[in-house]
């Protein structure tokens, strides 16, 4: 291999010209053909026995130059990168430019990580939401648990808003039943707005046993087209009427509920943990402000290869999680509306993001002198260790000791900038 040429370009790309020699290349070719000759076949020969001068002369002298240089090109851009002293990332596009007997020439564009160039990281400002909780809060904390333990009992009166009635109905359009428009043993809250305009509101009076018929008119833009705009009339049989019987909210209701015996502790209880969950909200928003802010006074030209490269990355691991979950991340989009390119489209915004911060916080660590010891190191490893429940020499076999400084880096990078950080009050109309 030979690096001929390295011209740079602009948004951190460069061209690497390279030249693989003759030996080189009749060396791969040779391999090729090895590889092949089981299943060529020559008139006069028994497979994998033909020459491989006469395969040249009979399929063209070039026959084996595609795979020789697919075998070839990989090692030889390594190692002119490696020449070369550039950082390259994503993926590499290449082209042959010279080919014969001789060898060939090929040029590589590749993107360059770039080298941020900072701006004041420490003492950034940016807003911060004060956390306040309100009774109004803890009372809308302990609402799903009144609502898991209020019990629905059969009455005999007619229905009122907030029973449910439990009953089969059926649809028709202009006499005939149409499809979907039929259900049994159906619990429906009358006042929940969950069925087609009007049609609870016709249920209000009802007792069990009776049979009545609702009208209605379906919306404009109900999703079913032959039914939009349309007048329909559903047959309404009512099996049960059911009252909502809320439980005493006392001490009793919160030893039912909860590991406490006292309602005040319950609800102290919520309310802490309701604290801890706006303020790690606020935490978050507030590190994404920074970052923000970082972003905007640092000086960086992400390249464009970069960003696909990590939208793919952020494509397969979206396609693991949907697999694990028992779906394809095809099927997942469909019903999400949606297909892989938008997906992949809209991935590039938060993977551009992602880059730039990883950028600068690496930029910081620089900056700082950051380098962990190898005690951290050695801990970080134990971490996964614990957390994967694997053996120590397996965990170091498939997390390279690279990738553990780069983490611990940035994680140390990341506690002086926010540590650092000035939170001061949102303005009127972000509030």
Not at 144 to 155: D, K
Not at 238 to 249: G, L, N
Not at 322 to 328: L, N, Y
Request: charged share 30%; aromatic share 8%.
């Amino acid at each position: 291999m030979n690096l001929k040429n390295v011209e740079k370009k602009e948004k951190n790309t460069a061209v690497l010209t390279i030249e693989v020699g003759a030996e080189e290349f009749d060396a791969a070719v040779e391999k090729v053909y090895r590889k092949n000759k089981s299943v060529i076949a020559l008139p006069g020969f028994r497979k994998g026995k033909a020459p491989r001068k006469l395969v040249e002369q009979m399929y063209g002298a070039d026959v084996f130059y595609e795979d020789a240089i697919n075998d070839l090109y990989p090692v030889a851009l390594t190692d002119a990168v490696k020449e070369s002293g550039l950082d390259m990332v994503g993926y590499p596009s290449v082209e042959v430019k010279e080919l014969s007997k001789d060898g060939f020439v090929f040029e590589a564009t590749i993107a360059v990580r770039p080298v941020p160039v900072l701006g004041q990281y420490k003492g950034v400002e940016a807003p911060k939401a004060e956390v306040v909780i309100t009774p109004e809060d803890v009372e809308a904390e302990l609402k799903p648990f009144i609502t898991r333990a209020t019990r629905q009992v059969a009455v005999e009166r007619a229905a009122q808003n907030g029973d449910t009635v439990v009953i089969d109905f059926e649809g028709f359009k202009d006499g005939v039943a149409f499809e979907g428009g039929k259900g049994e043993q159906f619990p429906l809250e009358l006042g929940s707005g969950s069925f087609i305009p009007g049609f609870e509101d016709q249920l209000v009076g009802v007792s069990a046993g009776e049979e009545k018929e609702v009208n209605v008119t379906f919306p404009e833009d109900y999703g079913a087209e032959e039914l939009a705009g349309a007048a329909a009339t559903f047959k309404v049989t009512v099996h049960e009427v059911k009252e909502a019987q809320v439980p005493e909210i006392d001490d009793e209701f919160a030893k039912d509920v909860s590991e406490f015996d006292t309602l005040d502790e319950f609800k102290a209880d919520l309310e802490k943990k309701l604290r801890e969950r706006c303020e790690e909200n606020a935490n978050r928003e507030f590190e994404g402000a920074i970052l923000t802010k970082l972003i905007e006074t640092t000086e960086m030209e992400v390249p464009d290869a970069m960003v696909e490269f990590e939208a793919d990355r952020v494509v397969e691991d979206y396609e693991q999680r949907m697999k694990g979950a028992g779906i394809t991340l095809d099927q997942y989009l469909q019903m999400m509306g949606s297909n892989r390119a938008e997906f992949r489209e809209n991935a590039k915004v938060g993977a551009l993001r992602q880059i730039q911060g990883d950028l600068i916080f690496t930029a910081v660590a620089d900056a700082e002198k950051i380098e962990p010891t190898a005690e951290e190191i050695e801990a970080e490893y134990q971490k996964l260790c614990d957390q994967y429940s694997m053996e120590m020499d397996v965990v170091k076999a498939a997390v390279p000791e690279t990738e553990i400084v780069r983490q611990l880096r940035l994680v140390a990078a990341t506690k002086v900038v926010y540590d650092s950080a000035v939170a001061v009050a949102p303005a009127a109309d972000a509030e």
